[in-house]
């Protein structure tokens, strides 16, 4: 790896190496600028540290201390951040699936939320550009949607779980397909074939998932990039002209400054206002970034709620990746819908501590009582939704008096579902129900408190007023900073973000391209 | 029969196989002569019946394994496949006449089994959710696996028609000559095994290049074989049978291919008892090189029947 010295001015230093930091590396290493990417976790190595072991796999979370309130807490962990190279695309549940292109001009066209500055076409080009560098295996034809190119490899196969949603949907009426997924059905390169083991959303041991860690973080490396790990980003400086000169981090308890001529924070929906609020200056009071005042508002997560069930066959749903087949039908259809928004729903598989932790919060059980229930464990049958929650000004990340281990002031984060967001869960668990009952499952019953992926609290829109970034990801105050992961998302969709953080990234290092060349950077 | 076995025993050796010396151009070829090339005939059939058999007997046993035999009727193929196996090292061995009837009778068994698994398997296909669709012509049974049992079958009921013809006469079967019903079975059959790694190769994305071969060389083999058996028949086929070789050599490095496939999956070799199953099937590739026998075999009796009817001479033809 080559290496830098943290006064050496490199031309990006890039804070965090998930799906927006990673990608970006590679990519800005590639066209020939010098980068170093800092990441607050370690650099693992699969195959030597990842353990067939659910409490031990914790380690791939962000778990440190952080406060969330309001109405309706999001849970912070496993379903929504990662501290690792490679963050949360290290345990991602890898389904990689496009906007439907509507949602860009959701505010026009389908009246909620607001506007992406992009346009659906420019994106469906830079979404088969991650398609191809992940090689996603997905289905020959996708049922919803414009025309995509073929997925580069074919769909896995379906385990019992996909199936019974299968035939859920077959029997509501909806179509269903495989999933899009970011793990390998043949070799390719290093990485050998998806061998079915199920701990995808604990850490991939055989390398067939195609993360961050595993694609665009070698890439990084063999175009030259510096990856220098359990690195704590603190504060981003900033000089008397207003621009950013590189930033502040912890490592090996020390804190160290890495010069840079451009900074680009792709630290998730949390970590990334947290650092331009931590960031202000005299200059900059409110933060960095922020002459809007909306960084750190605007938060959005996606309803994760699910009906479960119980088959008189055995299911044995750990067997191979979690969501192996969908139905985005309530993403494309409009009618009959008392709210905004969409959702679709993915079978699943729970390692069994994950399943003794819903019966327990969502039914309450314990005792011999949870004993019993879990005897079933091979019988038991799910699915679960990811569904779009509007965006709300209110629901916002702050900081914390307390401070964390690094002596930094830790995240607020503070969240209350809307009307709308209630009545989507509602529409999608009574959907789900249906879909059970309809394959004969017994013991039905809902969970309905569960959220999962994040954005938002750094938006881009179309002028300074109104966002944080613009189109290119580029903050309107700042010019040599930029923002690239799911906080710039104006609205979330009703799909996993990771496809759509990758494929914004490939364009954002195309248009950094593009400006360097025409020496606007 | 007694009798053709020891005109056979008693027959000269010919040196330079069974095609005449440039000394008997223009004259009808000898009893001998057609005696050879039809045991010869007979034999390569014989040894791809069995072949294609072997392949059949390894192949559903790793495969249903994998699906822990969880239907009773999934030993079928492994006891068919066994049988006829037995069958055609007895066909290679047996002097002319011995155990024919009984052989022949195993080999329907054979094409039987493959015709009653190919329906098992399509029932399975249309049992699984989205029936015939990508998902279920990848993962679910593979519709062109049993009817391997049924090519393994006619091979070997075919070698047996020829063994069975006194030399004088023409072979033929169910009133067609048996030279055009090898060509052009041996060409379906090609065809069939080309399409069946197509799709298996589909799924595996074409991940190498070398899964192109299997399924650009043998159609073109099966093309001009089919061919040759359509069009009337002359004394030599040197493209065709140059392809067929390819084709040959193309099978048996598959088996290579593949096991190099079982060394990419996880744990590799080390893990065998998880990849031999997962991974690609080393058992099928050869299946071409048995083919390419049996396409070789039908070029014989062409070029035989051309000779015979004394309008090419076999030699006179240029390559």
């Not at chain 1, 998806?194 to 175009?223: H, M």
């Not at chain 1, 005299?282 to 922020?290: K, M, S, T, V, Y």
């Not at chain 1, 830790?410 to 869960?425: F, H, Q």
């Not at chain 1, 999962?452 to 002028?463: D, K, V």
Request: glycine share 10%; charged share 15%; hydrophobic share 40%.
């Amino acid at each position: 790896m080559r290496c830098h010295a943290d006064t050496d001015t490199v031309d990006f230093v890039i804070v965090g190496t998930g799906a927006g930091g990673g990608t970006l590396a590679a990519r800005l290493a590639e066209q020939g600028f010098s980068v170093v990417a800092l990441d607050a976790g370690p650099f693992f190595r699969p195959l030597l540290d990842f353990a067939s072991d659910e409490t031990a796999q914790n380690q791939l979370f962000w778990t440190d201390k952080r406060v969330s309130s309001g109405t309706n807490p999001i849970k912070m962990g496993g379903n929504n951040s990662g501290k690792a190279v490679g963050g949360s695309t290290v345990h991602f549940a890898m389904v990689s699936l496009r906007f439907r292109p509507e949602w860009f001009k959701s505010r026009s066209i389908l009246g909620y939320g607001a506007d992406w500055p992009l346009d659906w076409a420019e994106m469906w080009h830079y979404y088969s550009m991650a398609e191809q560098a992940l090689a996603i295996a997905g289905p020959i034809h996708y049922p919803w949607g414009p025309k995509r190119p073929r997925y580069p490899y074919r769909a896995h196969e379906l385990n019992a779980a996909a199936k019974l949603l299968a035939r859920g949907c077959e029997a509501l009426g909806y179509r269903w397909s495989e999933t899009p997924l970011a793990t390998v059905s043949a070799p390719r390169g290093k990485s050998p074939p998806c061998v079915y083991r199920g701990f995808c959303r604990f850490g991939c041991s055989t390398n067939a998932k195609q993360s961050a860690l595993t694609v665009w973080i070698p890439r990084a490396l063999k175009a030259g990039a510096e990856i220098r790990d359990l690195a704590m980003a603190g504060r981003i400086d900033v000089d008397h002209q207003g621009c950013a000169t590189g930033v502040h981090y912890v490592r090996e308890g020390q804190w160290r400054f890495q010069n840079a001529r451009n900074v680009i924070v792709c630290g998730y929906a949390i970590e990334t206002p947290r650092l331009l609020l931590n960031s202000e200056t005299a200059c900059f009071p409110d933060g960095l970034a922020n002459s809007s005042g909306l960084v750190g508002r605007y938060l959005m997560t996606q309803a994760n709620q699910a009906a479960w069930g119980r088959m008189e066959d055995e299911v044995r749903w750990y067997k191979g990746p979690p969501s192996l087949a969908l139905t985005e039908h309530w993403n494309y259809e409009d009618r009959g819908k008392d709210f905004f928004g969409g959702y679709c729903w993915m079978g699943q598989g729970p390692l069994p501590i994950e399943w003794v932790s819903v019966q327990t919060s969502a039914r309450g059980l314990w005792g011999p009582a949870l004993r019993t229930e879990m005897m079933d464990y091979n019988h038991q049958i799910g699915v679960k939704m990811v569904g779009e929650m509007l965006p709300n000004e209110d629901n916002r990340v702050t900081l914390d008096d307390d401070t964390d281990q690094y002596g930094l002031p830790i995240p607020r984060i503070t969240y209350e579902w809307s009307e709308n967001d209630k009545r989507l869960i509602n529409h999608a668990l009574n959907q789900m129900t249906m879909s059970l009952a309809a394959i004969g499952a017994t013991r039905i019953f809902p969970q309905d408190d569960d959220t999962n992926h994040l954005a938002g609290t750094a938006r881009m829109g179309f002028n300074r007023e109104t966002s944080v970034v613009n189109s290119d990801c580029r903050s309107w105050d700042i010019p040599n900073l930029w923002i690239c992961d799911g906080s710039v998302f104006p609205t979330t969709g009703g799909v996993n973000p990771a496809l759509t953080i990758q494929a914004l990234a490939l364009r954002t290092a195309d248009r950094i391209k593009h400006l360097a060349a025409r020496r606007e950077l | 029969m007694t009798k053709d076995a020891d005109n056979r025993s008693a027959a000269p050796p010919i040196s330079g196989g069974a095609i005449p010396e440039a000394s008997n151009i223009a004259r009808a070829p000898s009893r001998p002569a057609t005696d050879r090339v039809y045991e010869r005939s007979a034999h390569d059939l014989h040894a791809a019946a069995g072949l294609i058999a072997l392949s059949v007997l390894l192949d559903s046993a790793v495969e249903h394994y994998r699906g822990s035999y969880h239907n009773k009727a999934m030993f079928t193929p492994l006891v068919t496949a066994t049988i006829t196996l037995t069958a055609t090292a007895h066909g290679l061995r047996a002097p002319a006449g011995l155990g024919h009837a009984g052989r022949r009778g195993i080999f329907v068994l054979a094409v039987a089994t493959g015709a009653v698994g190919t329906g098992f398997h399509v029932y399975d296909i249309l049992a699984k959710p989205g029936g015939i669709s990508w998902q279920n012509l990848f993962y679910a049974a593979p519709l062109g696996a049993p009817s391997a049992l049924i090519v393994s079958g006619l091979a070997g009921f075919l070698a047996e028609h020829i063994r069975a013809t006194p030399p004088d006469e023409s072979a033929r079967v169910f009133g067609h000559s048996v030279s055009r019903s090898a060509a052009l079975g041996s060409a379906l059959a090609l065809v069939g095994t080309s399409a069946e790694a197509a799709l298996l190769h589909f799924r595996g994305a074409f991940q190498n290049p070398a899964m192109f071969f299997p399924v650009t060389l043998p159609p073109v083999a099966a093309g001009l074989l089919g061919f040759a058996g359509l069009r009337p028949a002359v004394g030599a086929y040197p493209v065709t049978q140059a392809c067929l070789t390819a084709t040959a050599a193309i099978g048996l490095a598959g088996t290579g291919f593949h096991a190099y496939g079982v060394a990419r999956a996880m744990g590799g070799w080390r893990n065998w008892h998880q990849n031999l199953l997962d991974g690609p099937p080393i058992p099928t590739p050869p299946s071409f090189a048995a083919l390419a026998l049996a396409g070789r075999a039908a070029l014989r009796l062409l070029a035989h029947d051309a000779s015979r009817a004394g309008h090419t001479p076999a030699r006179a033809v240029p390559p």
